[in-house]
């Protein structure tokens, strides 16, 4: 049977034994031991889909683990031929796997991204020459092209000003992390980072945020999501057969 593969820890961090994963009924949850490492893993369902059940399913086992600790997560969705290809892999990529939850031992992920708002147009406006011409013209020829150039003008106009909120947030948040890392992006948003920071500080974190966003909802809407397992600094390599 193929094997669903949730994450790589060190081969002393236990998995809970009511831990249930991916499938309908829920899936047992085990560990496949190589050396100093081991694969926290289960069956693949059939016809594996990213249902809401099953997503839920895959982080709760994350976070369980995470919680016993270091662990290297792996998105959801990652199916391997069988245990020997799991195996084989730990035994191979050993160092770079041990220096992976040696990096993220006693850490945790919090992500951050921020978007526009609509709030503030007026003082928008005021603050920037370009708009106040498109906003005259609209008025004295109104007209699509100039109602175009306008929305255009006032889009990007809110852009820059979320953008320059999200750096704000960022650099309270990466003064307490130990390491950060841009994420993909994500439509509507003008920042999507990830921070790895230490357990001890999550607080201070998430109070710094609290401050920074309170001051400054009037220019971006900002969400700090987390503790999340550490997706973003794991640097997991997939096993043969994925």
């Known amino acids: 049977m193929s094997i669903y593969l949730y994450g790589v820890t060190r081969a002393e961090v236990p998995v809970?034994?009511?831990?249930?994963?991916?499938?309908?009924?829920?899936?047992?949850?085990?560990?496949?031991?190589?050396?100093?490492?081991?694969?926290?893993?289960?069956?693949?369902?059939?016809g594996l889909r990213a249902r809401r059940r099953y997503v839920q399913a895959h982080q709760s086992v994350l976070l369980a683990v995470a919680a016993a600790g270091p662990l290297l997560p792996t998105r959801f969705g990652v199916v391997v031929a069988d245990e020997a290809a799991v195996t084989a892999r730990l035994h191979a990529d050993a160092a770079g796997y041990t220096a992976a939850l040696d990096r993220v031992a006693g850490r945790c992920e919090l992500n951050l991204?921020?978007?526009?708002?609509?709030?503030?147009?007026?003082?928008?406006?005021?603050?920037?020459?370009?708009?106040?011409?498109?906003?005259?013209?609209?008025?004295?020829?109104?007209?699509?092209?100039?109602?175009?150039?306008?929305?255009?003008?006032?889009?990007?106009?809110?852009?820059?000003?979320?953008?320059?909120?999200?750096?704000?947030?960022?650099?309270?948040?990466?003064?307490?992390?130990?390491?950060?890392?841009?994420?993909?992006?994500?439509?509507?948003?003008?920042l999507n980072a990830s921070f790895l920071v230490a357990a001890d500080r999550v607080?201070?974190?998430?109070?710094?945020?609290?401050?920074?966003?309170?001051?400054?909802?009037?220019?971006?809407?900002l969400r700090l999501t987390g503790p999340l397992p550490c997706y973003s600094f794991s640097g997991l390599p997939a096993p043969a057969g994925a």
């Not at 809970?16 to 369902?45: F, H, I, N, T």
């Not at 201070?204 to 809407?221: N, P």
């Open 203 to 221: 607080a201070a974190c998430r109070a710094a945020f609290d401050s920074a966003a309170e001051k400054l909802a009037d220019r971006a809407e």
């Open 16 to 46: 809970p034994r009511d831990a249930r994963g991916v499938g309908d009924p829920p899936g047992r949850v085990r560990r496949l031991v190589a050396g100093d490492l081991a694969a926290v893993v289960g069956d693949a369902p059939d």
């Open 113 to 190: 991204k921020a978007s526009p708002v609509e709030a503030g147009l007026a003082d928008l406006v005021r603050s920037d020459p370009r708009l106040q011409r498109l906003q005259q013209e609209s008025r004295r020829r109104p007209g699509y092209d100039v109602s175009i150039r306008l929305g255009e003008a006032v889009m990007a106009g809110l852009r820059r000003r979320a953008a320059g909120a999200a750096q704000q947030v960022a650099a309270a948040l990466t003064a307490l992390a130990d390491e950060v890392t841009p994420g993909p992006d994500v439509p509507g948003c003008v």
